[in-house]
Antibody
Framework: QMDLVESGGGVVQPGRSLRLSCVAS????????MHWIRQAPGKGLEWVAL????????YYVDSVKGRFIISRDNSKNTVYLQMNSLRAEDTAVYYC???????????WGQGAAVTVSS | DIQMSQSPSSLSASVGDRVTITCRAS??????LNWYQHRPGKAPNLLIY???ILKSGVPSRFSGSGSGTDFTLTINNLQPEDFATYYC???????????FGQGTKLEIK
């Protein structure tokens, strides 16, 4: 069974950093682009970042450019989201997701909650 | 950037009803439109991709249509498990930016 499991969420003060991890099981991550998508409290889904299967290309939503970094370690079947200079508006549940079989997000993790608060 | 607009933002219906949710793109996106169901506390679930292709395992009461800028998600014979929030999402163009609609919350009447 293919699965994605996020970890690393928690409560952090504004301006600090946090790193999320997403571990894949049941399939080999190296063949797929990976995404981070978030949902702020009471809000809708927002795509955050994409990393190509080989890590050569990365894309971000404007609101996190220059602050967040997506990376991957295919040997560990893991994708990361390094979140720096965190703001209150970054408070959200962060999901990792991938398009394994179709051109859409067909596999999602259960999410990691991040709260940015003093 | 391409903006996605869903309507209505919320909807009340009864078990057995048929409901339609619409999604409009700010520019033409061909058929690059996907629909997701999201229940509280769960991961979102892909229902429809490529505007009208039902994901394997999704009940046939769900259907999608549209192309260009206007799209619809139709749910026939609503079941209790269908009460959730639904999102459209576009993945058209380069560089890739994946925009979601604001969501439609489907509630039991």
């Amino acid at each position: 069974q293919m699965d994605l499991v996020e970890s690393g969420g928690g409560v952090v003060q504004p301006g600090r950093s946090l790193r999320l991890s997403c571990v894949a099981s049941g399939f080999t991550l190296r063949s797929y682009g990976m995404h981070w998508i978030r949902q702020a409290p009471g809000k809708g889904l927002e795509w955050v970042a994409l990393i190509w299967y080989d890590g050569t290309e990365k894309y971000y939503v404007d609101s996190v450019k220059g602050r967040f970094i997506i990376s991957r370690d295919n040997s560990k079947n893991t994708v990361y989201l390094q979140m720096n200079s965190l703001r209150a508006e970054d408070t959200a549940v962060y999901y990792c997701a991938s398009a394994l079989t179709v051109d859409a997000f067909d596999l999602w993790g259960q999410g990691a909650a991040v709260t940015v608060s003093s | 950037d391409i903006q996605m607009s869903q309507s209505p933002s919320s909807l009340s219906a009864s078990v057995g009803d048929r409901v339609t949710i619409t999604c409009r793109a700010s520019q033409r996106i061909s058929g690059s439109l996907n629909w997701y169901q999201h229940r509280p506390g769960k991961a979102p679930n892909l229902l429809i991709y490529g505007a009208s292709i039902l994901k394997s395992g999704v009940p046939s009461r769900f259907s999608g249509s549209g192309s260009g800028t206007d799209f619809t998600l139709t749910i026939n014979n609503l079941q209790p498990e269908d009460f959730a929030t639904y999102y459209c999402q576009q993945n058209y163009g380069s560089p890739p930016v994946y925009t979601f609609g604001q969501g439609t919350k489907l509630e039991i009447k």
